[in-house]
Each structure stands twice: as structure tokens, then as C-alpha cells.
């Protein structure tokens, strides 16, 4: 398993649906919409106006 398949809040493994956030120039990656939010109310991140970015739909690697 890499460091592509693991949740960047939690540390549980990413699922099918891939919830992602810019942040600081990098992209994180979460197992769910809980998780992106929890992330970015913790650490004041906006969703971005255009709606991009918010789930892959699948699992890249």
C-alpha cells in the first residue's frame, strides 16, 4: 500500500471515491467528505468557487 492510498486526516485507506483539497501547494487526499471537511475547518480552508477539486470520482494513481 502507498502513501497514495491512505487518508491524509484519519490514515484509513481510500476507497473507490477520492476527496481532494489544495492546500499549501500540495494536494490532499481523503476517504471522505467527512474527513476533507474536518481538514479544512481545522486548518481554515475554503472549497474552491469553481467546485473543482472536491471528489476524483475514482481512484488515481
Known amino acids: ?3 497514495m492510498d491512505i ?10 471515491q477520492v476527496w ?4 499549501e501547494g500540495r ?3 481523503f476517504c471522505c467528505e467527512g474527513c476533507k471537511g474536518i481538514y479544512q475547518m ?3 480552508v475554503e472549497d474552491d468557487p469553481a467546485g ?8 488515481q494513481s
Open 1 to 3: 500500500m502507498s502513501a
Open 7 to 16: 487518508c491524509d486526516l484519519c490514515g484509513l485507506k481510500i476507497g473507490a
Open 20 to 23: 481532494t483539497v489544495q492546500h
Open 27 to 29: 494536494q490532499m487526499r
Open 42 to 44: 481545522l486548518n481554515n
Open 52 to 59: 473543482d477539486g472536491t471528489c476524483d470520482g475514482g481512484k
